[in-house]
């Protein structure tokens, strides 16, 4: 048996009697495809807080999802659900125009790969969706990084001056005033 040298909870983070190796995302290892017309294949655009998150559907409409606590607490290891995930979610029969959806399982990569194969289901719309999102991320994220270097290139350009007004280098002027000891 391994000796304990960490001691307390930073033993074991789960018991073995609740981790399944073989399931996938949702808590099984099978495919779960919608079964219902109540039942519609989403992806997730924004995370809410409290248990909710905000999903668009094959037409582009916008929904509340409601992530159960099946997916929450110690079943929230294998079940993540974060930004431009794929989810399975159902209408609430009683509300008459919905708005609400309830998570019912969530997708993994295989599972994705997997659905794209199955002729019944199209979730072309909901795939080019989440590309689009990643490109305009993605080029949000390049327009930054510009405007970084453009103030950086302002900086440099303002020390270039500096250094000519006054025909002493800065750093000449810090090495005079302190010893080779002190660095």
């Not at 079964?35 to 997730?44: G, K, M, N, R, W």
């Not at 609400?100 to 289901?121: C, E, G, M, S, W």
Request: aromatic share 6%; net charge neutral.
């Amino acid at each position: 048996m391994v000796k304990n040298t960490s001691g307390g909870t930073r033993t074991k983070g789960l018991a073995r009697k609740h981790v399944n190796a073989a399931a996938g995302g949702g808590g099984g290892s099978k495919l779960r495809l919608p079964e219902d017309p109540l039942e519609v294949i989403v992806y997730v655009s924004a995370l809410l807080g409290n248990g909710m998150c905000e999903v668009y559907n094959n037409d582009g409409l916008r929904f509340i999802a409601h992530i159960r606590n099946k997916f929450k607490g110690r079943h929230k290891r294998s079940n993540l659900i974060t930004k431009n995930s794929i989810i399975l979610c159902g209408y609430r029969e009683w509300e008459n125009p919905y708005k609400n959806l309830d998570v019912i399982f969530i997708y993994d990569d295989n599972n994705i790969k997997a659905l794209r194969n199955v002729p019944t289901i199209s979730i072309q719309s909901i795939l080019l969706r989440i590309d689009s999102a990643n490109i305009q991320q993605h080029t949000n994220t390049l327009t930054n990084d510009i405007f970084q270097d453009d103030d950086d290139i302002h900086q440099h350009e303002h020390l270039h001056l500096h250094l000519h007004q006054h025909n002493t280098p800065i750093i000449d002027n810090l090495l005079l005033h302190h010893e080779f000891d002190d660095i």
